[in-house]
Nanobody, 117 residues
Framework: QVQLVESGGGLVQPGGSLRLSCAAS????????MVWYRQAPGSYREVVAR???????FYADPEKGRFTISMDNAKNTVDLQMNNLRPEDTAIYYC???????????WGSGTQVTVSS
């Protein structure tokens, strides 16, 4: 029923910006949490930022001050504005959603972010 569709990845120079978007299409129940993860080659998948349906926000320490997560509850979308990007930010970025009373998990297929000069 629910599909998460990510967009906005690409190639950007160090210091540049990207905005990632994730749309939870087909969601008919409450979205409890939406999260942006990333995974670089040889690394664990890690949380970048998350936001609850009630508006509570968490950022990983390296991203504080550079990244901003936001949610449009009416459209069931979540965005991640990424500024002052570094080569270390290079990774596949994944959208995750926890939806409904049963807390069903959904994952997007990922979008590649490459930061390079």
């Amino acid at each position: 029923q629910v599909q998460l569709v990510e967009s906005g990845g690409g190639l950007v120079q160090p210091g540049g910006s990207l905005r990632l978007s994730c749309a939870a299409s087909g969601a008919t129940q409450r979205i409890n949490v939406m999260v942006w993860y990333r995974q670089a080659p040889g690394s664990y998948r890690e949380v970048v930022a998350r936001i609850t349906g009630g508006g509570s926000i968490f950022y990983a320490d390296p991203e504080k001050g550079r990244f901003t997560i936001s949610m449009d509850n009416a459209k069931n979308t979540v965005d991640l504005q990424m500024n002052n990007l570094r080569p270390e930010d290079t990774a596949i970025y994944y959208c995750y959603a926890d939806i409904g009373a049963e807390r069903a998990d959904y994952w997007g297929s990922g979008t590649q972010v490459t930061v390079s000069s």
